[in-house]
């Protein structure tokens, strides 16, 4: 799965890798994205892409309360087409999750020690990711809450060994492919999801520090010696 993640690049480099044409969002560091934070996310809006904040968790229309966001903060790619909680937006509402690495982590329960993930380029990469909309019908001014989820699949040999899941990293090929709405045969999609995607990682090992979602500053990503 994916839990924690980095989002740190500026909007000019955002801009350059990820074809951005506009933006309304506050471009803020943040070194410890948690679950139901609002974060950057990139949707196609009128033949361009945009850069918008949704919260991380999705919240499928047809949900009763947005607390089952939580719970849906990631998708796994072999039964994201079925799952009645995501199917729909599979098919059309696709979005790209810039982010510039990603925590993991290994050992026991009340020992595990955090993993800083990235590209071995250390550019931003993207995820792969589905959007939601959903309407409270029984609020008086029926306020809309925009969410997002992020896809999962079985971890790469590069990185098999600190977990069995890692985010779908699309390669930069296929992002306008991915989201572009018009496509929503299910099969075409699951293609894109095997074979447009990166597999090639790097880690290193970081403080616990990154434990807390209260820290959110560059000591986040600070390497440390494991043989310390």
């Not at 410890?32 to 892409?49: R, S």
Request: aromatic content about 10%.
């Amino acid at each position: 799965m994916c839990g924690r993640f980095v989002q740190n690049s500026p909007f000019e480099t955002l801009q350059q890798n990820f074809n951005i044409r506009t933006t309304d969002s506050d471009i803020i560091p943040n070194y410890n994205v948690a679950p139901t934070q609002e974060i950057l996310t990139i949707i196609k809006h009128d033949n361009e892409n945009t850069l918008d904040e949704l919260h991380w968790g999705l919240v499928p229309f047809w949900a009763k309360h947005i607390s089952i966001g939580s719970r849906m903060i990631n998708a796994r790619a072999e039964t994201v087409a079925s799952k009645p909680s995501f199917r729909n937006a599979f098919k059309k509402r696709r979005c790209l999750i810039p982010a510039d690495g990603f925590y993991e982590w290994k050992g026991e329960k009340g020992n595990k020690q955090p993993y800083y993930v990235s590209v071995p380029s250390d550019e931003p990469f993207a995820f792969a990711g589905l959007w939601e909309t959903w309407t409270d019908k029984e609020s008086d001014e029926e306020s809309v809450y925009k969410s997002c989820t992020i896809i999962t699949t079985a971890a790469s040999d590069s990185i098999s060994e600190i977990h069995h899941r890692m985010p779908v990293i699309l390669n930069p090929d296929f992002y306008e492919k991915w989201l572009n709405a018009e496509i929503q045969d299910p099969k075409e999609l699951e293609i894109i999801l095997k074979d447009g995607v990166i597999h090639d990682m790097k880690f290193y090992p970081v403080s616990t520090f990154v434990n807390s979602v209260k820290n959110n500053d560059p000591n986040c990503i600070k390497p440390i010696d494991e043989n310390l």
